[in-house]
């Protein structure tokens, strides 16, 4: 286990607050782009999306600390360099 996963997993309330901050601040960009109808729809979409992706590719540890890293900078790079 990652030390950060470790360190939440000691401090629920911690762990708690910050997932509720990322979604908000997740929703509210969502909401500033799109529209508040669209935003949050849009919202729920990435959110169900993530969801099964997390349920159905963690059993066959497809997904690790590296390949979720990877992953997120070459999708910052494309938005921000490329589109």
Do not use: D, K, Q
């Amino acid at each position: 286990m990652p030390r950060i996963a470790g360190y939440l997993s000691e401090r629920l309330l911690l762990s708690s607050v910050l997932v509720v901050a990322l979604f908000l601040a997740a929703l509210l960009m969502s909401i500033y782009l799109f529209g508040v109808g669209s935003g949050v729809f849009v919202a729920i979409i990435i959110l169900m999306t993530a969801g099964s992706l997390s349920v159905l590719l963690t059993p066959f540890r497809y997904i690790n600390l590296w390949h979720l890293s990877t992953g997120y900078v070459v999708c910052i790079s494309l938005e921000l360099f490329v589109l």
